[in-house]
């Protein structure tokens, strides 16, 4: 089983306009590392030039943001979901 | 027509056609509009905005939605009421009271949703949607009633049941989901890409979040056309906070009121989600989500999308960000009650804690004029305050009533 990666609209040009790809299980820098091997030029929209999480982005582990768990470290098994979430959204 | 020329994104400037979009596809930065303030500038002036409507469209000159009277349901211009009791209880000499509760659907998303309401339309949207801590429900469903416009609202599953209600009762469909605001608000931002909805906070939020600086305008208007010294303000997401401010200057800028703008930008939150003042209190701009447990449920917004900008606009105003205990919110909407005659929700009663703090440590100096946001109803959220409903409860005597009274008095 692999684990599938939600895509939010502003990247969907990188996976042909699909909103779910499955890759690997693996920790999370390793399932954005592959994405960007399908897709490549995805990575970078979703982490800087440090290798660190864009500030306005979010990513959730089967609902939960990574930042409570273990950030790119996270263990990503089979299985589970990884949301990308453009991070400016609610509120006022 | 509205002074709109695109939109651009804050971080990499990169500029985008005036469409239902709020994030840069590059750097995923926010989308703001971009306006043409030569024009503004040449057609806008105290006269031109004093004979306009007494609702938030007496500011149409710098909104970015036209004017529409199928969404219009009388928004804003809400009451700016100099403060006695209050000020005198605080030490303060010049202390104002922004009265935003009595808006139609009582809190001042009625503003921002004014304007994403009739934006919407002018994109050809039939629906209107929301991710809310309880009063954007409130203001979406009633400006889509009045649209003539489909509703749907997402809501955490344990908001305060008068916030339910009172998006309820305008037919809106409401989605109550397990979670916080933030796992409502994740929800929302993928269901954005899959319903052709205007969610007013998320495909509309670059529309939607300007309507908020009419807070600024109104307040310089409302002071005889000029800044105060100090606003306080309560913060959930914190654009609300950055809107105050951007209004303020906007009107500096064309020269309606003198600048620049020296106004001290304080920003209040409650103990239990904080994540804005505390990075505030650490000297971080950058944001750590926090789990809310707050009583303000209002403001209980974990992950504010506009953390970062709140703290730009303390920064650039010298002003600060205030931590209120979670005993200090009901504390607050009594002292404001008790002393002023408005009674306000839990938001109101952080900022009104807030206001006291920054009052008592001298923060706010006696005779510097200030102005307090009082955002939200006193009636949505009864459960906060409902220990004091403490009746004499009698027969319907004249000496059960005598024996009560005595019995008080003694």
Redesign the interface.
């Known amino acids: 089983m692999s684990v599938t990666v939600?895509i939010?609209?502003?990247?969907r040009?990188f996976t042909n306009n699909a909103?779910k790809v499955q890759v690997e299980p693996g920790d999370l820098g390793a399932v954005i590392g592959e994405l960007d091997s399908q897709f490549p030029g995805i990575r970078e929209?979703i982490l800087d030039e440090d290798g660190a999480m864009?500030?306005?982005?979010?990513v959730?582990l089967n609902?939960e943001?990574v930042?409570?768990l273990e950030g790119l470290e996270t263990a990503v098994s089979a299985g589970d979901e990884v949301?990308i979430?453009?991070?400016?959204?609610?509120?006022? | 027509m509205a002074h709109v020329l695109s939109l651009r994104c804050r971080?990499c400037s990169r500029e985008y056609p005036v469409e239902p979009l709020?994030?840069?596809?590059?750097?995923?930065?926010?989308l703001e509009v971009v306006y043409d303030y030569e024009t503004i500038n040449r057609v806008v002036s105290r006269e031109r905005i004093e004979a306009g409507p007494r609702s938030m469209w007496r500011y149409a000159d710098f909104l970015p939605a036209d004017y529409n009277p199928r969404t219009d349901i009388n928004a804003g211009f809400t009451p700016l009421i100099r403060s006695r009791n209050l000020a005198e209880e605080l030490g303060l000499n010049e202390l104002y009271i922004k009265n935003d509760s009595v808006n139609p659907s009582y809190s001042?998303?009625d503003r921002?949703v004014a304007v994403a309401s009739a934006k919407a339309l002018e994109f050809g949207f039939k629906t209107i949607a929301c991710?809310s801590t309880g009063n954007?429900a409130g203001a979406v469903a009633a400006h889509a009633a009045r649209a003539g416009m489909e509703a749907y609202v997402f809501i955490p599953a344990d908001l305060e049941a008068g916030k339910v209600l009172g998006a309820a009762i305008y037919d809106a469909a409401i989605v109550a989901v397990d979670?916080s605001?933030?796992?409502v608000?994740?929800l929302?931002?993928?269901l954005?890409?899959?319903y052709p909805w205007a969610?007013v906070?998320?495909n509309v939020?670059p529309f939607?979040?300007d309507?908020?600086k009419t807070l600024g305008y109104e307040a310089a208007e409302q002071l005889g056309w000029r800044a105060p010294a100090h606003a306080v303000a309560p913060a959930?997401?914190?654009?609300?906070f950055t809107k105050i401010w951007k209004g303020l200057n906007e009107f500096a800028d064309v020269g309606l009121i003198d600048g620049p703008v020296e106004t001290r930008m304080h920003l209040a939150q409650a103990a239990g989600c904080a994540p804005i003042a505390e990075a505030y209190a650490d000297g971080r701009l950058?944001i750590?989500?926090v789990?809310p447990n707050s009583v303000a449920k209002s403001l209980a917004?974990g992950?504010?999308?506009?953390g970062?900008y709140a703290l730009k606009t303390i920064e650039a105003s010298q002003g600060s960000a205030v931590i209120v205990a979670e005993h200090e919110v009901a504390e607050g909407a009594k002292l404001l009650a008790r002393t002023e005659g408005i009674f306000t929700e839990a938001a109101g009663g952080v900022a009104v804690s807030a206001l006291k703090r920054l009052a008592e440590s001298g923060a706010i100096g006696r005779d510097e004029s200030t102005v307090v946001y009082i955002t939200g109803n006193g009636l949505k959220t009864v459960e906060l305050v409902q220990d004091v409903v403490r009746p004499i409860h009698i027969s319907a005597s004249v000496d059960a009533f005598e024996a009560a009274v005595d019995a008080r008095v003694s």
């Open positions: 939600r939010p609209g502003p990247l040009r909103d929209r864009r500030y306005f982005v979010n959730y609902g943001d930042r409570f949301s979430v453009p991070a400016v959204a609610g509120g006022a | 971080e709020n994030v840069c596809e590059f750097c995923f930065g926010p001042f998303k921002v991710a954007l979670g605001y933030d796992d608000n994740r929302c931002s993928e954005a890409d899959r969610f906070n998320i939020r939607y979040a309507g908020s959930a997401s914190g654009a609300m950058i750590k989500p789990k917004i992950n504010p999308a506009d970062y």
